[in-house]
């Protein structure tokens, strides 16, 4: 599955943003999609999952209670709503599709489709 992120740009600390990513394919929703960001010098990490159904979410600790996750099947679209953001979350986000969609994954490994990348940048 092809997967276009988009939605990052340039907020100051405790603002909010919204990322999109968009799939190509109609069997979107046989997949669970994760978000993972890097930071310059650092490795990816995961962000959050969601399940093929939307009903299972797992996020990382550092963005638990801050950020949300959701899709719509229907549009073949995932959401990363992000608030309250901090310079600690500029980074690089990855939108990525895993053929476990049924669970929640977490490693790299677990995805086998990525999309671009779509920079989020927080000042202070």
């Known amino acids: 599955v092809q997967l276009q992120a988009s939605g990052g740009g340039l907020v100051q600390a405790g603002n909010s943003l919204r990322l999109s990513c968009a799939a190509s394919?109609?069997?979107?929703?046989?997949?669970?999609l994760g978000w993972f960001r890097q930071a310059p010098g650092k490795e990816r990490e995961f962000v959050a999952v969601i399940t093929w159904s939307g009903i299972g979410s797992y996020y990382a600790e550092s963005v638990q209670g801050r950020f949300a996750i959701s899709r719509d099947n229907a549009k073949n679209t995932m959401y990363l709503q992000m608030n309250s953001l901090k310079p600690e979350d500029t980074a690089v986000y990855y939108c990525?599709?895993?053929?476990?969609?049924?669970?929640?994954?977490?490693?790299?490994?677990?995805?086998?489709?990525w999309g671009q990348g779509t920079q989020v940048t927080v000042s202070s």
């Open positions: 394919e109609r069997t979107f929703n046989n997949y669970a």
């Open positions: 990525a599709a895993s053929d476990k969609g049924w669970t929640t994954p977490s490693q790299i490994t677990d995805f086998g489709s």
